[in-house]
């Protein structure tokens, strides 16, 4: 419901309209909210509108018809809502990491942007603004990008939820964008060197796994016997390892879509059933204080989640040792798709190997590694136009 009251007297008299805003994110209860204004048409107009909208609503309830994109005049702050969506529902949905993130774009730019309008009352225009006031404080493009994402997923949640209709993001023609990466993998001679060296100290194994396979550090760390089948000569990645502020891992299954299914290569698999029968061997040495529920096939000693500062660690001073270029575990993922570009991989291949959500993702980093796809391509075309052209002469 919505009433009209006054205030005031003479020139200072105004009118005052009480109704029920949008629903609470988290409780689902309305807030009584109210506006003022100086004529009293415009208070009945604005009554009007609420009263409307709210009938609209409710007729639309009755019908079994959801109403999240329904018109209601909202008068909610930024800074209350967006609040409890990050601690409630974005907390929810999100990896530590992912949700620290965003607490601190939260506090840190946007709340002092934003917090003190209303939700309703954010134009595109505010939003151009603030991506502006970024790039002229001097952030990076890359953080600019993170806290664009960050950002269009909090609007999408407000429409989702019934409380806009409009996402004031999606206006933007030129968003921003990360910046291109330039992969520096490793060559064939340099993987030679640096695997030479870590056989040799009996540290090779999952390097090895990492270059012919492409995962990703977190997936490696989480991979489970289980999902690897030696006798089929391949693994499934389900799952990740991810970790908090304070270092503690978490366990994280991945969404089915991005189940994907490797192929290994024969040697690779040899080299798997010798690591596994000295990792049955240290099971039985260490016994119950074995972590045997996790069946990691690259855990630490007793069998637990690996630190990847240890292996960071242990990683370049390997290279160091092999007088190779050092480069993250990351960029291991880098030359293994540098590796099979080279062997003549498609880029639909790559992707898929990779995990890729798109293959768009796939040539924003390796694009540069397919040289002659644009000269193959025109190729191609005129040899098509060619045979065409013939066929009208004859």
């Known amino acids: 419901m919505a009433s009209v009251k006054t205030k005031g007297k003479g020139n200072k008299k105004r009118w005052v309209v009480r109704y029920d805003g949008a629903p609470d994110p988290v409780t689902g209860n309305r807030k009584q909210l109210q506006k003022t204004f100086k004529s009293s048409k415009e208070a009945e107009e ?6 409307l909208n709210r009938s609209y609503q409710g007729e639309m309830n009755q019908n079994g ?11 909610i702050l930024f800074f209350e809502y967006a609040t409890k969506w ?9 990896r530590p990491t992912t949700f620290k993130a965003g607490r601190y774009f939260m506090e840190k730019h946007i709340c002092p942007f934003f917090g003190g309008k209303y939700l309703s009352d954010v134009t595109t225009q505010d939003i151009k603004e603030f991506y502006a006031k970024l ?6 493009q890359k953080t600019i990008s993170s806290i664009h994402k960050f950002l269009s997923s909090f609007f999408q949640a407000t429409i989702e939820n019934g409380v806009l209709t409009e996402h004031p993001i999606k206006a933007i023609k030129n968003k921003p964008k990360d910046p291109i990466r330039i992969a520096h993998p490793w060559s064939y001679a340099e993987v030679d060197q640096f695997l030479a060296v870590a056989e040799k100290e009996g ?18 760390f989480a991979l489970p016997w289980f ?24 366990l994280l299954p991945k969404a089915p879509k991005s189940y994907r299914t490797l192929s290994l290569p024969t040697y690779l698999v040899e080299k798997l059933k010798v690591h596994k029968e000295k990792q049955d061997m240290m099971k039985q040495r260490i016994g119950k204080d074995y972590h045997h529920e996790l069946a990691l096939v690259f855990p630490k000693m007793d069998g637990g989640f690996q630190n990847p500062s240890n292996v960071r660690r242990q990683l370049y001073n390997l290279m160091k040792k092999a007088n190779v270029r050092r480069i993250t575990f990351h960029e291991l993922r880098h030359t293994h798709s540098s590796l099979l570009i080279r062997s003549g991989a498609q880029p639909k291949l790559v992707q898929e190997r990779l995990g890729h959500e798109d293959i768009e993702t796939t040539f924003r980093y390796y694009g540069h590694l397919w040289p002659n796809a644009d000269h193959e391509a025109v190729r191609g075309l005129e040899k098509e136009m060619e045979k065409h052209k013939n066929q009208r002469n004859v």
């Open 227 to 250: 999902n690897v089948d030696l006798d089929g000569k391949r693994v499934t990645v389900t799952r990740s390892v991810s970790y908090d502020e304070n270092g503690e891992p978490e």
């Open 135 to 140: 790039k002229r404080d001097g952030y990076a």
């Open 65 to 75: 018809t959801s109403s999240k994109n329904d018109v209601e005049v909202e008068e």
């Open 86 to 94: 990050l601690e409630v529902e974005y907390f929810q949905k999100v």
């Open 203 to 220: 540290k090779d194994v999952m390097y090895d796994f990492t270059l012919a396979t492409g995962l990703r550090q977190g997936e490696v």
């Open 46 to 51: 604005f009554r009007s509108q609420v009263t």
